[in-house]
C-alpha cells in the first residue's frame, strides 16, 4: 500500500487517504445542496411593491429572478436563489402559537 504524504508532514495509507477524499466529496455535496436551497423571503415587486409570493412548482426549484403577476416587472434581489413566501416562519417555532 502507497503512502499519500499530508501538508503537515505526516501520510496517511490508500485506503485513510481514499476515506478523506469521500468525506470531503459528501460535505462538499452538502454545502452546494444547502447553498441552492431557496431562502424564503417576503418579496414585493421593486416596481409597483405588490407582494409576490411564489406558488407550485416555484416553492421548491431554485431561481433567483421573480416576475410581478401585476405589472410584469422582473428582477432579483439576491445571487442566490430566493422564494416569495405569505409569511415568514419564525427561527423559533413561536409563529404557530
Given at each position: 500500500?502507497?503512502?499519500?504524504?499530508?501538508?503537515?508532514?505526516?501520510?496517511?495509507?490508500?485506503?485513510?487517504?481514499?476515506?478523506?477524499v469521500?468525506?470531503?466529496?459528501?460535505?462538499n455535496?452538502?454545502?452546494?445542496a444547502?447553498?441552492?436551497?431557496?431562502?424564503?423571503?417576503?418579496?414585493?415587486?421593486?416596481?409597483c411593491?405588490?407582494?409576490h409570493?411564489d406558488?407550485?412548482?416555484?416553492?421548491?426549484?431554485?431561481?433567483?429572478t421573480?416576475?410581478?403577476?401585476?405589472?410584469?416587472?422582473e428582477?432579483?434581489?439576491?445571487?442566490?436563489?430566493?422564494?416569495?413566501v405569505?409569511v415568514?416562519?419564525s427561527q423559533?417555532?413561536?409563529?404557530?402559537?
Amino acid at each position: 500500500m502507497q503512502a499519500v504524504p499530508r501538508e503537515d508532514g505526516q501520510t496517511l495509507n490508500e485506503h485513510q487517504h481514499c476515506q478523506c477524499v469521500s468525506e470531503l466529496t459528501l460535505t462538499n455535496e452538502r454545502l452546494r445542496a444547502e447553498v441552492e436551497k431557496p431562502i424564503p423571503m417576503y418579496l414585493r415587486c421593486t416596481r409597483c411593491s405588490l407582494p409576490h409570493i411564489d406558488r407550485d412548482e416555484w416553492t421548491t426549484r431554485p431561481h433567483k429572478t421573480h416576475l410581478c403577476e401585476g405589472c410584469g416587472h422582473e428582477w432579483r434581489i439576491s445571487d442566490r436563489p430566493t422564494v416569495g413566501v405569505e409569511v415568514l416562519a419564525s427561527q423559533f417555532g413561536r409563529d404557530k402559537e
